[in-house]
C-alpha cells in the first residue's frame, strides 16, 4: 500500500497570507490527524478528521482550520499567517479507532516571512 | 489531563554501546496507549511499537527492546548494539480515551540520539 502523502513539501509565504495544505491517507483508512511541530512547542495535536467529520480539536486559534473529503483525503488551511506558524506540519492516517496506530507523512515544512 | 516526559534531551554514544531511552507518563485513564516514533533527520514520523495499558509484557524486536512498568508509569526504549543509522529524534506518545476518541496522540519532546563511529 502507498503510503500518507502530503504537499507541498515546502513553502514559503508572507505574514498575512493564507495557505492550504494537503494529506492524502493510505488507502482504506478514515481518519486524518493534523499535528504541528516548531521547535519551541514540540508536537501539537491539530484536529481530527473521520468520516468527513471533524472528530476532536487541539487548542489552535480559529485561523487553523481543516476539511475532508469523501475519499479521506484532508486539507488544512492556516488564514492570515503569522511569523510563529512557520513549522513543519504532519499529517497522520489510520483507521481511526481507539489506540490504533497513526502513520505520519512526510510532512509540509512551512516558512513565514 | 495526559502528560509525557522524555528527559533526556540529547544522547551520545559511540556506535555498538547499548542505549537506553526513558519515558514517563501521566493519565487519569485505565485505558490507554503508549507509542514509540522514530524521526530521522527526512522528518517523518517512523513508527516502532504500540503498546495498550493492559500489556505489560516487555517486547524485544531485533536490537529494539522496550520495557514497559505501570507501577512507574514508565515506557523505556533501549537499543543494543547502536549503529550510526539510529541516530534520530525519538518521541514516546501516550493516547486515551480522556480526550473523546483515543485518537490524539500526546507527544514528549523528544529525545536526540547521536551515535557516532
Known amino acids: 500500500k502507498a503510503g500518507v502523502t502530503q504537499t507541498p513539501r515546502y513553502l514559503i509565504k508572507t505574514r498575512g497570507q493564507q495557505v492550504t495544505l494537503s494529506c492524502s491517507p493510505i488507502?482504506?483508512?478514515?481518519?486524518v490527524s493534523w499535528y504541528q511541530q516548531t521547535p519551541g512547542q514540540g508536537l501539537q495535536f491539530l484536529f481530527e478528521y473521520f468520516s468527513e467529520t471533524q472528530r476532536n480539536k487541539g487548542n489552535f486559534p480559529g485561523r487553523f482550520s481543516g476539511r475532508q473529503f469523501s475519499n479521506s483525503r484532508s486539507e488544512m488551511n492556516v488564514s492570515t499567517l503569522e511569523l510563529g506558524d512557520s513549522a513543519l506540519y504532519l499529517c497522520?492516517?489510520?483507521?481511526?479507532?481507539?489506540?490504533?496506530?497513526?502513520?505520519f507523512g512526510p510532512g509540509t515544512r512551512l516558512t513565514v516571512t | 489531563a495526559q502528560k509525557v516526559t522524555q528527559a533526556q534531551t540529547e544522547i551520545s554514544v559511540v556506535e555498538k554501546e547499548d542505549v537506553t531511552l526513558d519515558c514517563v507518563y501521566e493519565t487519569r485513564d485505565t485505558t490507554y496507549y503508549l507509542f514509540w516514533y522514530k524521526q530521522p533527520p527526512s522528518g517523518e514520523l517512523v513508527f516502532l511499537i504500540r503498546?495498550?495499558?493492559?500489556?505489560?509484557q516487555n517486547e524485544i524486536s531485533g536490537r529494539y527492546s522496550w520495557n514497559f512498568q505501570k507501577s512507574t508509569s514508565s515506557f523505556n526504549f533501549t537499543i543494543t548494539a547502536s549503529q550510526v543509522v539510529d541516530s534520530a529524534v525519538y518521541f514516546c506518545a501516550l493516547s486515551d480515551s480522556y480526550t473523546g476518541t483515543a485518537s490524539k496522540l500526546t507527544f514528549g519532546t523528544g529525545t536526540r540520539l547521536q551515535v557516532t563511529l
Open positions: 503498546r495498550n495499558s493492559f500489556d505489560e
Open positions: 497522520a492516517s489510520s483507521d481511526g479507532l481507539a489506540g490504533v496506530v497513526q502513520y
Open positions: 488507502s482504506g483508512h478514515r481518519s
